[in-house]
């Protein structure tokens, strides 16, 4: 199911100002900012996580009207934190992303194979690197098959192989139809996305393609950077 998600009038008291949007499916959208500028709670506010005004709308229907079980089977969330409380096996978390839809057998091999999980599906949670717990609660969004995904800082935690692997992995997500929001510091990420939404101490300051809100200007206004393009070290994944 393509998914188009819109924010109305949304306000977070004491955190984000009151600002619109539109995201389309087939999209890889980028939320940018300096610490403290409203990444994080611009994304709990459109998964529902987060008491906030105005209006959020997923696929036409308000948020508000949309019972519970419906909301996990159509937005799946990964936040900053790779903390576990319980020894779950990696297998055992990535079957909680069919919990929605009332599953206890799912075939996880090729999400466990995407991730580079299958050598540790067995292994407690609580026994690996953070790197390695952050691909497992990426999997297990992209194990839910919502349409629109929301991840926070996904690739803090992860080596350039993996951090290469997830972006691909969202573009083919994108390219099938799904709306996919990542909150990111690297700029350079951000400017092969689809979209971009620039905020800064709570304010939307600008969005739309890449090169048109990754300007020099904006860049110094809100970062305090100077910025140009030269030739760069460039990593890309080998074929298969």
């Known amino acids: 199911m393509n998914s188009t998600l819109k924010i109305k009038d949304l306000q977070v008291e004491h955190r984000l100002n009151s600002m619109s949007l539109t995201f389309q499916p087939r999209s890889l959208i980028a939320i940018v900012g300096p610490n403290g500028s409203g990444k994080s709670t611009l994304l709990q506010a459109i998964s529902g996580l987060l008491p906030y005004s105005g209006e959020v709308i997923w696929n036409g229907f308000n948020l508000q009207d949309i019972p519970i079980f419906q909301r996990a089977q159509q937005l799946a969330w990964v936040g900053p934190e790779t903390s576990f409380q319980f020894p779950f096996t990696v297998q055992e978390v990535l079957r909680m992303g069919r919990f929605a ?140």
């Open 101 to 240: 839809w009332g599953e206890d057998v799912h075939n996880l091999e090729p999400y466990l194979r995407e991730m580079d999980l299958l050598t540790l599906e067995d292994r407690p949670v609580t026994e690996i690197s953070t790197g390695e717990k952050q691909r497992t609660l990426l999997a297990r969004a992209m194990v839910t098959q919502a349409p629109i995904q929301c991840w926070d800082e996904p690739l803090s935690s992860l080596d350039i192989r993996h951090q290469l692997e997830i972006l691909m992995k969202a573009r083919m997500m994108a390219n099938s139809g799904s709306t996919i929001l990542i909150s990111l510091h690297d700029l350079r990420v951000a400017h092969c996305m689809d979209q971009v939404v620039l905020l800064d101490q709570g304010n939307l300051i600008a969005s739309g393609t890449p090169a048109q809100v990754l300007t020099p200007a904006l860049l110094r206004q809100v970062f305090g950077v100077l910025s140009h393009e030269a030739m760069s070290l460039i990593l890309e994944l080998p074929p298969k």
